[in-house]
């Protein structure tokens, strides 16, 4: 038989309510064998007692239900946010303010390059905190004139590039006639790009070579060690192009022996018809490992709020934008979920507006009353508008909700002056009318767009700062308890997997975040701030220090 280890703990909280807290935890073949004290543990037999977590607190591990693995391909690129935010490998990267100090930071970068051919490429940038200002070629020509140079936005929606990048695409010219592609008074592309339709044909000149939405490898691998610095053991690739190249590759790493973190890929919706792409997700749920979920697909509805671009209802933006786009048209929407219900496939929807969570509603609705399942759990996504009578509808559905609380720390203050006004901006992202609707409720960092961390998303959700600081909507705030319940047995019910991970219990998967401090025992503004010393997965123990 093989090896039972107990690990002793400061104190261990396990997100199972007939016995939420424990001392000791018994691991044998990488799951839990039981949660209590030491003596009850011993009733097991020979059991190894380990004490390296003695003066730390575990948890279950974390969950992230909606987050880009992509991320750990950026940073191989240059950093250009407006917030400090850690890399990889640790170290914090200051935000940028201006125009100048991005334009500087490309410079330096410029700078190490050897390869005289290579292109200077940045992530994360977002204007809308500079003023709303653009970016210009002219400004991204300070960089290199001879090398091409692009910069990707933070919502992953627009690009900049200077003019070597757009000469080496075919697009230095004039007579474009494009809404993606905007012009200046000579005539040519002011070296804005916006949508994927503009961006992909640039992309390669600019160091963006494979598509926008998979990572490479080497960023499958550095996207791990950011899971591990924040406690996270399983999380989603909320949009993954999927091709069998990267599938195999997928396969491969998770399948190596020190891979810390079960991922669930979802199949992004475009690229095929609606019956092939539930033909292929269907296929490939068969190849699924315990380290990687395949078979469940996202579908995009709208843009941002941020970006303008998300469907609004009545009265629609509050600075008069015209109201957004739609990302997919109603009947194809339809059809899709059809056939994903009659297949036995999960959808997750990106729904930013509140139209376009109503029109997910609508559609939902009569495809269920088609092909009835009580456990779909179809999961809006965001749903950062969604009022009450939405919230109630969703859970009579059998809907879950996964709300984008960081969004109110990093873009609360936009939205109450600019994009949706007071009224609204105050009931974005409503964690306290979800849960009291009783639609099954996850919080997330939607990963690049914001930084993955769990502890952080908790506490957004329970103080709803701004950046600026304010509280926007106090009476949408959630307790301690309830966003920790969110970011694990929360997101693991979104994903069908809470008889598998999200609490410390017997049967259950060893998966541990493993943290410096107690979460229900500090100054909730401090809950951000809890060190976590790694994580343990599966029964293999990962120390953030040792990545
Ligand atoms: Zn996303």
């Known amino acids: 038989m093989s090896e039972t280890i107990v690990y002793s703990a400061k104190k261990i909280i396990t997100m199972n309510p007939s016995r939420p807290e424990a001392t000791h935890v018994a691991v044998r073949d990488g799951r839990i064998l039981g949660a209590g004290s030491l003596s009850e543990l011993q009733t097991w037999g020979d059991v190894r007692l380990d004490e390296r977590f003695a003066d730390k607190v575990l948890m279950p591990g974390f969950v992230e239900g909606h987050a880009h693995v992509m991320e750990g391909s950026l940073w191989s690129k240059v950093y250009c946010g407006w917030f400090d935010r850690a890399d990889p490998d640790g170290k914090l990267w200051s935000g940028v303010k201006t125009v100048d100090a991005v334009v500087a930071r490309l410079q330096a970068a410029e700078a190490a390059l050897e390869d005289p051919a290579a292109a200077v490429s940045g992530w994360q940038l977002d204007p809308i905190y500079m003023d709303n200002t653009t970016l210009t070629r002219a400004d991204l020509d300070r960089v290199s004139t001879t090398r091409a140079v692009g910069v990707l936005h933070a919502s992953g ?40 339709e503009v961006m992909t044909p640039v992309g390669p000149f600019v160091g963006f070579e494979r598509n926008l939405l998979d990572a490479d490898e080497a960023g499958l691998r550095n996207f791990a060690k950011l899971c591990v610095r ?15 190249d990267t599938v195999e590759m997928m396969l491969r790493v998770t399948n190596e022996p020190q891979y810390p973190i079960r991922l669930m890929p979802f199949r992004f919706f475009l690229g095929l018809s609606a019956p092939e792409l539930v033909e292929t997700v269907v296929a ?26 998300a469907r609004l209802r009545w009265p629609g933006y509050h600075n008069g934008a015209p109201n957004g786009l739609w990302y997919i048209a109603p009947e194809h929407l339809s059809e899709l979920l059809h056939l994903a219900l009659a297949a036995g496939v999960q959808v997750h929807t990106h729904t930013n507006g509140d139209q376009a969570t109503q029109l997910v509603l609508e559609k939902l609705a009569p495809a269920l009353q088609a092909h009835p399942n009580p456990d779909h759990r179809f999961t809006l996504q965001h749903c950062q508008l969604a009022d009450a009578a939405q919230f109630r509808l969703a859970a009579k559905l059998g809907m879950c909700v996964n709300l984008f609380a960081n969004h109110h720390y990093y873009w609360g203050d936009e939205h109450y002056n600019l994009t949706v006004g007071p009224d609204r901006a105050t009931r974005m992202n409503a964690c306290r009318t979800a849960l009291d609707s009783g639609v099954p409720m996850a919080i997330h960092s939607d990963a690049p767009v914001t930084p993955l961390g769990p502890l952080f998303t908790a506490w957004a959700a329970v103080n709803r700062i701004t950046a600026s600081g304010r509280v926007q909507g106090d009476e949408e705030r959630i307790g301690v308890s309830e966003a920790l319940y969110a970011i694990t047995m929360g997101a693991a019910y979104t994903l069908h997997l809470d ?10 998967k060893a998966d541990f975040a493993v943290l410096e401090a107690d979460p229900t025992a500090c100054d909730p503004m401090k809950l951000k701030d809890i060190p976590v010393w790694g994580t343990v997965q599966g029964g293999r123990i990962f120390p953030a220090a040792e990545l």
């Open 284 to 309: 490939m749920k068969k190849i699924s490992t315990d380290r990687l979920r395949l078979g469940q697909i996202k579908i995009v509805v709208d843009g941002s709020i941020q970006g303008f671009s």
């Open 157 to 196: 929606h627009i690009m900049n590039v200077n003019t070597k990048a757009l000469e080496l695409a075919g697009m230095l010219k004039t007579g474009h006639n494009h809404p993606g592609i905007p012009l200046g008074a000579d005539g040519l592309p002011t070296g804005e790009l916006k949508g994927p």
């Open 230 to 244: 924040t406690g996270t053991t399983t999380i989603t690739d909320l949009a993954s192009r999927m091709d069998e």
């Open 499 to 508: 008889g598998e991970i999200g609490s410390i219990e017997t049967g259950k």
